[in-house]
């Protein structure tokens, strides 16, 4: 007797609501019998009807079937793929009420999760939010049932590439060529074991990384060869872990970007962590700037210094900066950037900053202010060796509210700061992504 619980079969009619808020993954929330149901494309106050696509001991979940009273944010996607594209899920609200909502997102985060207010709200940073994004990781997959290649991101909620054709967020350079790759890796011998093609677009030129499983034949690396050619695009291969990338075309290529504001070009490899959207980060760099208010003696921390993004522009103007990072990579690159943009009052230390730091040199030394841009996974582990330094002055820029929040509350109820601003920058518009800047200070003693 299979005692297996069979899954209950999902009701194929649809279900007449309003939407009373919205997750922060970008969904509409409702209620049927007592029950929150997360809608995708729905709004704040807008009546409905949906159907069930899941249904959890929590919540259920649903697509919207039939739009009765529209809300005022409402706006109609630029992409013909918005409903099925993983890559974005806000397409159908204004801009303008995105970032509103990922503001609240953020003061609701510190209130509920870290217990403190920010004294000042900023200003949020905005941009362009079309053909921004300069990083990205595409899914590769020859599907045999539809005879053809995908190229481009997975579908919403689901293990399988959307089917599209072009990205209206991504670079032009790549955005408008994803059919023309596909095409492309279609005619290859090696369609079935091309995995992804990362994406990194610099000043003057845009690279694809793609992960080939398997060794190329000569017949596709001249494909690939001739492509690049053709386009201009810088072509590299990753055969297997990150340490295998290498150039195809050109032999000697470079990518770098240009923070123009303090005359640094910052070169890179395509598969380094750099950010997404230009125009934001020169914004971000410039309010991070202001928020520390640097003095030509300033001594400067900068953790998760990465290729020194932060750091050089903040040594441009302070006495002394100490950049620390985790990725040996990041930090040779990142002195290197330091040498060829003239800049001697940097120094740089490859750590683990998840570990304790307190026998490390670099935590021997005094600083005035202190800059922090860690991962998702916030910075809980080094709150109270960064308290314990004693700076007046910490900005915090962040890529996940909830993690700022606990690590503000930290900084707040158990090491004596005040959170006196916070804000949040439109990194990645049209996402629920939420980037954020925040600013503490410590009265001296």
């Given amino acids: 007797m299979n005692r297996r619980r069979r899954k209950a079969k999902l009701p194929n009619f649809p279900v007449r609501v309003r939407v009373e808020s919205m997750t922060h993954d970008g969904r509409g929330v409702a209620h049927v019998d007592g029950k929150a149901v997360f809608i995708d494309g ?33 706006v109609e996607p630029a992409c013909a793929h918005a409903d099925i594209c993983g890559g974005c899920s806000l397409q159908h609200q204004a801009p303008e009420a995105q970032i509103l909502a990922k503001q609240q997102t953020l003061v609701d985060n510190l209130e509920r999760i870290g217990k403190v207010a920010a004294q000042r709200i900023l200003e949020p940073l905005t941009g362009p939010v079309w053909g921004y994004r300069n990083k990205a990781r595409l899914g590769v997959k020859h599907v045999r049932k539809k005879g053809r290649v995908l190229v481009g991101f997975r579908e919403k909620r689901k293990p399988f590439l959307a089917d599209i054709r072009r990205c209206e967020v991504l670079h032009p350079s790549v955005g408008e060529r994803l059919d023309e790759l596909a095409q492309m890796i279609q005619d290859m011998d090696a369609r079935e074991r091309i995995a992804q093609i990362e994406v990194a677009v610099g000043e003057e030129a845009t690279a694809l990384v793609f992960r080939n499983l ?102 441009r103007r302070a006495a002394r900066v100490t950049g620390v990072e985790g990725d040996a990579g990041l930090v040779r690159r990142a002195r290197d950037n330091a040498v060829r943009n003239g800049i001697d009052n940097v120094e740089y230390h490859a750590v683990d900053l998840t570990q304790d730091p307190r026998g490390q040199a670099w935590m021997q030394q005094s ?31 962040s890529c996940h509210p909830g993690s700022l929040a606990r690590d503000a509350g930290l900084l707040v109820n158990e090491h004596g700061y005040r959170l006196v601003a916070a804000g949040v920058m439109d990194m990645f518009p049209h996402t629920a992504h939420v980037e954020s800047m925040a600013l503490f200070e410590k009265d001296r003693g």
């Fill in 214 to 315: 398997d060794p190329l034949s000569a017949r596709d690396t001249e494909t690939l060869t001739e492509y690049a050619r053709r386009t201009g695009l810088h072509l590299w291969l990753q055969p297997g872990g990150p340490d295998t990338v290498t150039p195809l075309w050109p032999g000697d290529p470079e990518l770098y970007y240009r923070l123009h504001d303090h005359d640094i070009d910052m070169r890179f490899l395509p598969t380094d962590f750099t950010q997404v959207n230009a125009d934001i980060n020169r914004a971000m760099i410039r309010q991070a700037l202001e928020l520390l208010d640097l003095r030509d003696d300033s001594r400067v921390l900068d953790l998760f210094c990465g290729l020194g993004n932060f750091t050089l522009p903040v040594a």
């Fill in 367 to 397: 600083y005035d202010r202190i800059l922090l841009d860690p991962p998702r996974s916030g910075a809980q582990e080094m709150m109270p060796h960064i308290a314990a330094l004693g700076a007046r002055r910490i900005v915090y820029v």
């Fill in 42 to 74: 729905a709004l704040p106050g807008e009546e409905l009807s949906f159907l069930y696509t899941a249904r959890a001991r929590r919540h259920d979940e649903g697509k919207l079937c039939e739009l009765f009273e529209a809300s005022e944010q409402r």
